[in-house]
């Protein structure tokens, strides 16, 4: 029997808080649906996928918490790619064809991302992780970025080459600019999140930290030979796994207060799996994994803002 046949979703996340096992699972339940179902399709499918030893982590429960939640905001990156490659079985979608195709290939992209992620946590590489870490971050802003912006979804899609993707990148996204298309988007539905306050100054410094990975330094050596009194950003994996975590539920909370329309081709197919006899339960679920994710998203706001 394979790993996956062997495990249930409480046996890997042994160590994990008692009390954030049962507030998960509540949260699936008071919604009615599947969670061991929906956790096996698409956490267990993954390739970084294995239960863990209680031994792994036998001092608290911060990592392993932390992992948990992780791999939360994961299923709904997920469910999301399930919902776009459904998505052309829908009469009619609200979206245009070109925001769910890019919905489409950046989850894709994502979901590898994170199962890379998994396996570097697991081995205890944080440098990698971090280089992997800053390009999820960046396609999380993209994804938003294409769901309100339909012509930016369409250039995108209309990329044929590896120059025209390159000069599209360079045009669009390097820099900031996808994440500077989703601030004022979040402006001007009454959302502050401009270029000043506590939170931009810790997501820029956050993703300069995570940039710098990238290249060979004295300074990323001192990370894993530190000398005393030195106290790196990011020391071990679960800090890139709590700014990930961190990053998706907000794509999560973003994406339905910018785009009502994807909501709306959510429960769309929600509304159609439940005619179908043998639907695609991660599509068809999406929509109420999104508002799970929110409520993750929110929890853990308040928690870091009260304590």
């Keep these: 029997m394979n790993a996956q046949g062997k495990a249930s979703f409480e046996n890997s996340y042994r160590g994990c808080s008692p009390q954030l096992l049962a507030r998960t699972q509540q949260l699936w339940s008071a919604r009615g649906l599947d969670h061991e179902r929906i956790w096996r399709r698409s956490i267990g499918s993954l390739n970084s996928f294995r239960p863990f030893r209680v031994s792994e982590f036998n001092v608290n429960s911060a990592p392993m918490d932390a992992f948990l939640l992780f791999d939360q905001a994961l299923i709904w990156v997920a469910a999301l790619h399930a919902a776009a490659c459904r998505s052309d079985t829908l009469p009619e ?77 360079r045009r669009h996204i390097a820099g900031g600019r996808a994440y500077r298309v989703v601030t004022e988007q979040l402006y001007s539905v009454g959302l502050d999140y401009g270029s000043d306050g506590a939170y931009s100054d810790w997501r820029r410094s956050t993703v300069a930290t995570l940039g710098a990975a990238a290249h060979t330094s004295f300074h990323w050596h001192l990370m894993r030979d530190a000398s005393p009194g030195f106290e790196p950003l990011f020391r071990q994996t679960g800090d890139c796994l709590d700014f990930v975590t961190l990053r998706l539920q907000e794509m999560c909370a973003y994406s339905s207060v910018l785009q009502d329309r994807l909501q709306e081709d959510l429960v769309s197919l929600r509304k159609q799996a439940a005619g179908d006899p043998n639907p695609d339960i991660l599509a068809a679920s999406a929509a109420v994994i999104g508002e799970i994710t929110v409520n993750q998203w929110r929890r853990s706001v308040t928690e870091d803002a009260t304590g």
């Design 93 to 169: 979608t609200r979206l245009s064809r070109e925001q769910w195709l890019s919905v489409r290939a950046v989850t894709f992209r994502l979901m590898e991302q994170l199962d890379g992620i998994r396996l570097l946590f697991f081995a205890d590489l944080p440098i990698p992780a971090m280089q992997i870490a800053r390009s999820i971050s960046e396609d999380a802003d993209m994804v938003l970025a294409f769901l309100v912006r339909r012509k930016l979804a369409q250039r995108f899609t209309n990329c044929s080459s590896v120059e025209e993707t390159t000069d599209f990148w």
